[in-house]
């Protein structure tokens, strides 16, 4: 079993609608959460991170972290053309000397 | 801000050459790391440099070999490339704590075909 597992997608959805973007993971001791956004040809970028159970809200994304269910997600509200990507998610523990895993991520395209 | 920078973007190389992927920061990050994307892998770590001087192993390490001489540069080396090896190459660099997160700076990769 990987230790961070995440659907690959593809996901289409048209433009407006709200996208639920999901990973779950193994190892209760990961404690930082992050999501990247990576366009076409591009290096992944850093877009949200938390370390902590709850909601962390930045303008139209919303980062949702349920360490009991082991189950993170990013809900992207308005969602528009320019999001079309593929979002990544990364976990770490915050004991030593660990590195982040990644998920596999998800490509998303938003249709307008 | 240049941030990470990454040569060449490009490279189609006959298998058994050597060859070096170069990765320049100008954050003064004192971490630096090596990965590999593949299509339903996703990003997998080959080596990482916590500072200076210091370097490790990651999860696909194997055919590859880095140096870190100083905190800006972190090349990455293919002694004897394979076609497996080919590939998207990612450079990234954080400002590492022990005991801290993570948060990593990604270069634009370099995107390599070993035939």
């Known amino acids: 079993q990987k230790e961070v597992e995440q659907d690959p997608g593809p996901l289409s959805v048209p433009e407006g609608a709200i996208v639920s973007l999901n990973c779950t993971y193994s190892n209760s001791a990961f404690q930082y959460f992050m999501w990247y956004r990576q366009y076409s040809r591009k290096g992944p970028e850093l877009l949200m991170y938390t370390y902590s159970s709850g909601n962390k809200e930045d303008g139209r994304f919303t980062a949702q972290v349920d360490k009991s269910s082991k189950y993170i997600s990013l809900f992207i509200r308005d969602s528009q053309p320019s999001d079309s990507a593929t979002y990544l998610c990364a976990i770490i523990s915050n004991f030593g000397n660990e590195k982040l895993t990644f998920g596999t991520g998800t490509r998303l395209t938003i249709i307008p | 801000t240049a941030g990470i920078t990454q040569a060449p973007t490009s490279q189609i190389l006959a298998a058994g050459r050597s060859m070096t992927l170069r990765c320049t920061q100008d954050m003064r990050h004192n971490a630096m790391y090596w990965y590999r994307q593949d299509l339903g892998l996703g990003l997998r770590l080959i080596h990482y440099s916590n500072t200076a001087g210091t370097t490790g192993k990651g999860e696909v390490p194997d055919g590859y070999s880095v140096s870190r001489a100083n905190t800006d540069d972190f090349p990455l080396t293919l002694a004897s490339a394979v076609p497996s090896q080919t590939s998207v190459y990612f450079c990234?660099?954080?400002?590492?704590?022990?005991?801290?997160?993570?948060?990593?700076?990604f270069g634009p990769g370099t995107r390599l075909t070993v035939l």
């Open positions: 990234a660099s954080s400002d590492y704590v022990t005991g801290g997160a993570d948060t990593q700076y």
